[in-house]
């Protein structure tokens, strides 16, 4: 064999290799892109990005803030849709606009409902008879993380124990959520417990903590709410003793202030229904929101507020470890020290 011979044999060799290992692509371009995923609602979304860590893209067809009632699918959207390996919807009929959307991205796309195994609210007058708004019951929101978590694992079944792993981490912090909830909730004076707003977003709420909720235009923000719902509403405020009602984030105030008004109770908010929060709300995920809406009520129904102990802490009560005396770590107090570093 002479030389070139013998370099020909080890470069097509070593070819052979790279082509046989997928973990080592030829060069950049050649490899596998993350899979590529749709979310509806930021709910979603957000939820969605964190089980999916650094193994999948999550993109949400919703921006913070919008109101998922009345979104109108943009040209972006339609081709977000079409390039993607897997859709998540909220499902019970949320998203009226979806079937137009999959159409208009060229057909089929594998969908997974995230509501499904949930137990609806069923509710008169809407669309298939029931109410939409399940991620507002921690119990229900933990079936659809575990929906998406299986969805994730199908997909991508050789990353299955990280995506698992994240999941059970976000369920542990879900049942943290929950516990918190119902200790402040619980403090609200029972008469008390009426949660009245613009829409009806609250009902899973409402049913895992034994708070009645009332929306004065039902749950569906297209719905008109007549000048006798109003008028009830205003009778309710008021034989209830109800100190405060609640405007929404996606939702107009107009009614609300109406009640306020005429009652001279407190129109507090926002309470955050269908959307998390802008950047700067302090509700930019699922978690934050959620223990922003517990904030305003238990506060503006006579609670005794209690902050949602950060991840990691028995309780917000408990002396923190790192408030230590300075002295005992002197480069803690270092001006280049990352502990003092801001983002
Ligand atoms: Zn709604």
């Given at each position: 064999m ?24 030829v ?12 979310a ?6 957000d939820?969605?990005q ?25 040209i972006g959207?339609a ?5 993607s ?32 195994g949930v137990?609806?609210v ?18 229900s929101?933990k ?20 995506i698992r ?5 976000y ?5 943290r959520l929950?516990?918190w909830t119902?200790t402040?909730?619980e403090?609200?004076?029972?008469k ?7 829409h009806d977003?609250f ?8 708070i ?26 008021r ?14 105030p ?15 908010g ?19 929101m959620?223990?922003?809406n517990v ?10 507020f ?8 028995a309780?917000v ?12 770590a ?14």
């Amino acid at each position: 064999m002479t030389l070139n011979q013998r370099l020909l044999l080890l470069a097509t060799l070593t070819l052979a290799m790279l082509a046989c290992d997928p973990k080592k692509p030829v060069d950049p371009a050649g490899a596998a892109a993350p899979p590529y995923v749709i979310a509806t609602t930021t709910m979603i979304t957000d939820m969605a990005q964190t089980l999916a860590g650094e193994d999948l893209r999550v993109e949400g067809i919703m921006k913070p803030g919008g109101d998922p009632h009345l979104h109108k699918p943009s040209i972006g959207n339609a081709r977000a849709t079409g390039v993607s390996d897997l859709v998540l919807t909220n499902g019970l009929y949320l998203e009226g606009w979806l079937d137009e959307l999959v159409r208009n991205a060229g057909g089929e796309r594998p969908v997974k409902v995230v509501s499904d195994g949930v137990t609806p609210v069923t509710m008169e007058g809407m669309p298939g008879g029931v109410d939409p708004h399940f991620w507002f019951e921690i119990e229900s929101w933990k079936i659809a993380t575990g929906n998406v978590e299986d969805a994730f694992v199908a997909l991508l079944p050789d990353k299955a124990d990280g995506i698992r792993a994240r999941s059970n981490a976000y369920e542990a912090e879900l049942d943290r959520l929950d516990a918190w909830t119902r200790t402040n909730l619980e403090t609200i004076p029972e008469k008390q417990r009426v949660l009245i707003t613009s829409h009806d977003a609250f009902n899973y709420f409402g049913r895992a903590y034994g708070i009645e909720v009332v929306g004065i235009q039902g749950s569906s923000t297209e719905q008109e709410a007549s000048q006798r719902d109003v008028a009830n509403t205003i009778e309710l405020v008021r034989s209830r003793s109800v100190p405060a009602i609640f405007i929404e984030s996606s939702v107009n105030p107009a009614l609300i202030e109406q009640v306020a008004r005429e009652t001279g109770v407190k129109a507090l908010g926002p309470l955050f229904s269908d959307s998390i929060g802008t950047a700067g709300s302090g509700a930019e995920t699922y978690v934050a929101m959620y223990a922003k809406n517990v904030e305003i009520i238990t506060k503006g129904l006579g609670g005794v507020f209690t902050p949602f102990p950060a991840r990691g802490k028995a309780a917000v009560t408990s002396a923190p470890v790192e408030a230590v005396p300075t002295e005992a770590a002197p480069e803690a107090a270092a001006p280049n020290s990352p502990a003092t570093e801001t983002k």
